[in-house]
T-cell receptor, first 115, second 115 residues
Framework: GAGVSQSPRYKVAKRGQDVALRCDPISGHVSLFWYQQALGQGPEFLTYFQNEAQLDKSGLPSDRFFAERPEGSVSTLKIQRTQQEDSAVYLC?????????????FGPGTRLTVT | GENVEQHPSTLSVQEGDSAVIKCTYSDSASNYFPWYKQELGKGPQLIIDIRSNVGEKKDQRIAVTLNKTAKHFSLHITETQPEDSAVYFCAAVGEFTGGGNKLTFGTGTQLKVEL
């Protein structure tokens, strides 16, 4: 079946521009996560949604980062006034239920380069 | 919060040899430990996981061991093949609060299997 998809796959932004990254989770998955992966590092948690509710945004690095999932399916991560340190791969993952041991299925990521 | 350390950062083995990757974690409340394989340009993919009430789990050529007392866990790959070449990440899920089973990742191990 279809997995998690993300778009665009690559995004180049000039410093100061706003960007929007889209995640289409696996249909019916309740939980949705965003992670940030810097070059040569492991993914780091940004935020978590259970259906449309954003239950944890403790990993968002600044108030320039904003995420939403208005209808409990597609999610968008928005970064305002991009900075060079925002350059990274942004990964989305979904999980069937908000259970401790449920596998998280990752999308291919969006590589953001801020110039 | 949880902190996961992973060693080695790079590992080169001959085809057919075994590979071992080790991780330690800091939060004694953590009780779920998945391992992910990430190939170039792709998102992480779960290859095996272990829960805290189990000391060892095996799936064909892959095995994971967990020592809760010492707070470390390891991935073992036997009879390595060229297609095993990838970056491997360990991860831990801390105390599950209902806010989502967010993952804390290690820094990754680049495994290269040479012919």
């Amino acid at each position: 079946g279809a997995g998690v998809s993300q778009s665009p796959r690559y995004k180049v932004a000039k410093r100061g521009q706003d960007v929007a990254l889209r995640c289409d989770p696996i249909s019916g998955h309740v939980s949705l996560f965003w992670y940030q992966q810097a070059l040569g590092q492991g993914p780091e948690f940004l935020t978590y949604f259970q259906n449309e509710a954003q239950l944890d945004k403790s990993g968002l690095p600044s108030d320039r980062f904003f995420a939403e999932r208005p209808e409990g399916s597609v999610s968008t991560l928005k970064i305002q006034r991009t900075q060079q340190e925002d350059s990274a791969v942004y990964l989305c993952a979904s999980s069937p239920r908000p259970r401790e041991y449920d596998e998280q299925y990752f999308g291919p990521g969006t590589r953001l380069t801020v110039t | 919060g949880e902190n996961v350390e992973q060693h080695p950062s790079t590992l080169s083995v001959q085809e057919g040899d075994s590979a071992v990757i080790k991780c330690t974690y800091s939060d004694s409340a953590s009780n779920y430990f998945p391992w992910y394989k990430q190939e170039l340009g792709k998102g992480p993919q779960l290859i095996i996981d272990i829960r805290s009430n189990v000391g060892e789990k095996k799936d064909q050529r892959i095995a994971v061991t967990l020592n809760k007392t010492a707070k470390h866990f390891s991935l073992h790959i036997t009879e390595t093949q060229p297609e095993d070449s990838a970056v491997y990440f360990c991860a831990a899920v801390g105390e599950f609060t209902g806010g989502g089973n967010k993952l804390t990742f290690g820094t990754g191990t680049q495994l290269k299997v040479e012919l």
